[in-house]
């Protein structure tokens, strides 16, 4: 099979996979937690191991610092603008209303969804391996965001394929991001692809600090707080031994 089919179907597998589980059965907190913090692991490898350390090879070092302002800054934008379910506690922001979230969570997973495709073909520049490592965390990381999303739907309707359909549609975004992307890099220079490169990575630290790893590695629930510092640190480990 071609590997550019592989990463497109790991990519989707997230979101499809959340959403089933959404309608179904939450999974524990514990699992949930520790399959975060190893998202976080290795996203965070990839950012420092790789993508940065590419960036900067393709241009400069203050080339590199600012595409990586401009991917943490996008990320915060969205964050701040469009509504969202925390998918590492599978519940809404404090203050919103979940019957009124929920019509619209799927522009708002739409639009976090989006740079996180783009997040994977930028892998290509550095390889399959890299390009791999990208598509497991995100997808990881997509799993949550699924349950949620799926089961705020299914709270509101009481239907379960709808909620189940609408929910899965999220993974469209991150194959449109994956396909804008790959026609971006064939025909912009270098310095600009080295400029997306670190925002990559700037979005997936985003992800991992404001997401991830303050739940996961929760220092006031103490029964799982030691195996999701070991989830990151396998994350980490799984990118090096794949880089």
Not at 85 to 111: A, C, D, R, V
Not at 201 to 210: E, S
Request: net charge neutral; proline share 5%; hydrophobic share 50%.
């Amino acid at each position: 099979m071609d590997p550019l089919y592989i990463i497109l179907i790991i990519s989707v597998i997230g979101p499809i996979l959340g959403s089933l589980i959404g309608v179904l059965k939450k999974p524990s907190e514990l699992f949930t937690f520790n399959m975060l913090s190893f998202a976080a692991g290795v996203m965070l490898a990839i950012s420092f191991l790789e993508l940065i350390p590419k960036s900067i090879e393709h241009s400069t070092v203050w080339l590199s610092a600012i595409g990586l302002l401009i991917g943490t800054i996008f990320m915060y934008g969205v964050d701040k603008l469009i509504p969202h379910i925390h998918p590492e506690t599978f519940e809404l922001e404090q203050g919103t209303k979940i019957k009124k979230t929920s019509k619209y969570l799927l522009i708002g997973m739409f639009m976090h969804n989006l740079p996180e495709g783009m997040a994977i073909a930028t892998g290509f520049i550095n390889g399959f391996s890299s390009t791999l490592a990208i598509a497991i965390a995100i997808a990881i990381h997509n799993i949550p965001e699924g349950i949620c999303t799926s089961s705020a739907y299914y709270y509101s309707s009481k239907n379960r394929l709808k909620s189940f359909l609408l929910s899965s549609s999220t993974a469209i975004p991150i194959m449109i991001g994956f396909i804008i992307a790959q026609f971006i890099f064939k025909n912009i220079p270098l310095t600009i692809i080295s400029m997306i490169i670190a925002a990559t990575a700037g979005v997936m630290i985003y992800i991992a600090a404001d997401e991830l790893i303050p739940t996961s590695c929760n220092t006031n629930n103490k029964k799982w707080n030691h195996s999701t510092i070991f989830s990151l640190i396998f994350g980490v480990l799984f990118v090096m031994i794949l880089i």
